[in-house]
């Protein structure tokens, strides 16, 4: 059974602050992994993809993925309160579908 | 403007009713998805089709039917048989790209039991 892990929180985090979401998988042949935010009652909205191992960074958010240890996670700098959200990880296992993770609900405290 | 649409915002089925869930895109996106989410879950695979007139199953089919007949538009119907079918359904559609295809989502349904 292909899956990912995300761990549920909540996490809380103060505004300002960093905060770090972290995701493991459990297939090496996985290629490419997302991370999505879904506000309460809305629908998912993609923030990142990454493909290979190292950092990606766009704006507030770095992606970060490492291969041999399996995990993709997420960094969000200078929290806002906006960012209070559940964000989503999920792999492709090498194939046209998505998995997902359960998802990480974050809190950013003002 | 392109985009993904899926109607009704609200759906109530009663005991034994067969509903359909509407879901069109103008992305021009081949592969279209459905996905089913409870409360404090991760997304559900329900179908997904690559191509015009052809489907597959996800991981949990079974008291669900779809349809694909026109690149645009991907229906999907609860069946009776669907036991439990009191979720947020979400349709997707991606951009190909061999292995990083990129999903991107409507704004959902709720359909609640009557």
């Known amino acids: 059974q292909k899956e990912v892990e995300q761990n549920s929180g909540p996490l809380s985090v103060p505004e300002g602050a960093i905060a770090s979401l972290n995701c493991t998988y459990s297939?090496?042949?996985?290629?490419?992994f997302f991370w999505y935010r879904q506000y309460s009652g809305k629908s998912p909205e993609l923030i990142m993809f990454i493909y290979s191992n190292g950092d990606k960074e766009d704006g507030r958010f770095t992606a970060q993925l490492n291969k041999a240890s399996q995990y993709v996670s997420l960094l969000i700098r200078d929290s806002q309160p906006s960012d209070s959200a559940t964000y989503l990880c999920?792999?492709?296992?090498?194939?046209?579908?998505?998995?997902f993770g359960t998802g990480t609900r974050l809190t950013i405290i003002p | 403007d392109g985009g993904i649409t899926q109607s009704p915002k609200y759906l109530f089925r009663k005991e034994g009713q067969n509903v359909t869930l509407s879901c069109e895109q103008n992305l021009n996106h081949d592969a279209m998805y459905w996905y089913r989410q409870d409360p404090g879950q991760g997304l559900r695979l329900i179908y997904y089709?690559?191509?015009?007139?052809?489907?597959q199953k996800g991981d949990i089919a079974e008291g669900y039917s779809v349809s694909r007949e026109k690149k645009e538009s991907f229906p999907l119907t609860v069946t009776s048989a669907q036991k439990n079918p009191t979720a947020f359904y979400l349709c997707?559609?991606?951009?190909?790209?061999?292995?990083?295809?990129?999903?991107?989502f409507g704004p959902g349904t709720r359909l609640l039991v009557l």
């Open positions: 999920c792999s492709n296992f090498g194939n046209e579908k998505l998995t």
């Open positions: 997707a559609s991606s951009t190909p790209g061999q292995g990083k295809e990129t999903q991107y």
């Open positions: 297939d090496r042949g996985s290629q490419s």
């Open positions: 089709s690559q191509i015009v007139n052809d489907f």
